[in-house]
């Protein structure tokens, strides 16, 4: 059965602050590692990581994969109240399937 | 705002009801997915069609039975449905395709699903 697995599950920090998320996969037939922001309601995508250590990036967020260790990390730097969310890393399949970790909560206080 | 348009957004039935909720996208997407998730808890996948035809089912229960029309449309009919059924159900549509699956994702807003 696929699995992915994230960590922290709830992280709380300060404006200014940078966050690592980190995201573990066991997934068969894996193709592609995604990143998602949920705030109240659908996911909004993030990154689409298929390569070994090649890192994304979209202003103060990046990503990269590390497809020996089947691992994956979001940073975020300077933070901001409005990068409170929940933050999600799905691991996908070559034939559709993208499975989700549980997510880590980031509360970021003024 | 998203490209998946999904109605109802909210949605209260009985036991003995028959709904259905409903998905559309135009983006020219061959995949299409329906999730449900539960508060506090991340999208579970349910059902996968690939180019109209359903290719993942993964075990959902028959109460729930999955439709797409055509491309742009994909339903879900609910039948007899349970309390613990209620959820945010989330529609979703990518790219398809050996090449592409599994691409970006663009999630619908959802249907929001009480049973009472």
């Known amino acids: 059965e696929d699995k992915v697995v994230q960590s922290p599950l709830s992280l709380v920090v300060h404006e200014g602050d940078t966050v690592t998320l980190n995201c573990s996969y066991e997934v068969t037939n894996f193709r592609s590692l995604l990143w998602y922001k949920q705030e109240k309601k659908a996911p909004t995508f993030l990154f689409m990581l298929t390569s070994s250590g090649i890192e994304k990036k979209s202003g103060r967020l990046s990503s990269i994969l590390d497809k020996k260790e089947l691992f994956s990390i979001l940073n975020i730097t300077a933070t901001q109240t409005g990068d409170s969310a929940i933050y999600l890393c799905g691991g996908g399949t070559s034939y559709g399937k993208l499975t989700f970790g549980q997510g880590t909560i980031l509360t970021v206080h003024p | 705002d998203t490209e998946v348009t999904q109605t109802p957004k909210h949605l209260v039935m009985g036991m003995t009801n028959k709904k259905s909720l409903k998905c559309e996208q135009h983006?020219?997407?061959?995949?299409m997915y329906w999730y449900k998730q539960k508060a506090k808890k991340p999208p579970e996948l349910m059902f996968v069609y690939s180019y109209e035809k359903l290719s993942i089912n993964e075990s959902v229960p028959s109460r729930f039975s999955p439709e797409c029309p055509n491309s742009s449309l994909l339903n879900l009919h609910l039948h007899a449905l349970q309390p613990e059924d209620s959820a945010l159900y989330l529609c979703a549509s990518s790219q398809a395709g050996e090449n592409a699956n599994t691409g970006e994702l663009f999630f619908g807003e959802g249907s929001r699903l009480t049973v009472l």
């Open positions: 983006m020219g997407h061959r995949a």
